[in-house]
Each structure stands twice: as structure tokens, then as C-alpha cells.
């Protein structure tokens, strides 16, 4: 399972080239401009999975860091502040990291 094999290559490469700039990233924008937004539940437990690198069933935050190369090996790795304000905004239950429930509902509410 790759991430083209749930999103489109040309979407994931113009979500990436908005964020370009350091600590300008937006989640909502991200997740709606690589067309994860308008994904099936399923597709988004797929992305899930594949950020899950270490399949720990959770995105820790040394996972969340990366979280833009999970969508393409050349993304820019989330400075501190960035990766605290996603952390911050998907971890619900304090526990310092993204389960699967939480990641659906960030992106869905975004
Ligand atoms: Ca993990």
C-alpha cells in the first residue's frame, strides 16, 4: 500500500508545494487539498496505516514530524511548532499521540 495508491500523485504534489515555506503549515488546508478530505473512512484508515510507520496503531510524534514525507519521499519534515500545533489539534484524549479515531476525525473535520 502506497499513498498514490489512495491519492492522486498531482494532488499530493500541489498539497505539499502550499506548504513549502517553514511553519506555514495548515492540516485543514493539507488534508483538503490532497483530496484526503473527500476519501471514504476506509481510504483514510489506509493513509492512517501508512503513516503508522513503526504499525504501533498510533502516529507518535516523531511520526507526525515526517508526516508530509509519508505523503511523498521529498515532503519537508514539520518543524517543532508545526508538529506540536497537529499533535495539539488530532490528540483528543492527551495521550500525546493520534490513534486511528482521532486521525479520522481531524481529517474530517477539516
Ligand atoms: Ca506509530
Given at each position: 500500500m502506497s499513498m498514490t495508491d489512495v491519492l492522486a500523485a498531482a494532488d499530493i504534489k500541489n498539497a505539499l508545494g502550499a506548504f513549502g515555506?517553514?511553519?506555514?503549515?495548515n492540516h485543514k488546508k493539507f488534508f483538503e487539498l490532497c483530496g484526503l478530505k473527500k476519501k471514504s473512512p476506509d481510504d483514510v484508515k489506509k493513509v492512517f496505516h501508512i503513516l503508522d510507520k513503526d504499525r504501533s496503531g498510533f502516529i507518535e510524534e516523531d511520526e507526525l514530524k515526517l508526516l508530509l514525507q509519508g505523503f511523498a519521499t521529498d515532503g519537508r519534515a514539520l518543524s517543532d511548532k508545526e508538529t506540536k500545533a497537529l499533535l495539539a489539534a488530532g490528540d483528543k484524549d492527551g495521550d500525546g499521540k493520534i490513534g486511528v479515531d482521532e486521525f479520522t476525525a481531524l481529517v474530517a473535520e477539516s
Open positions: 515555506a517553514p511553519d506555514s503549515f
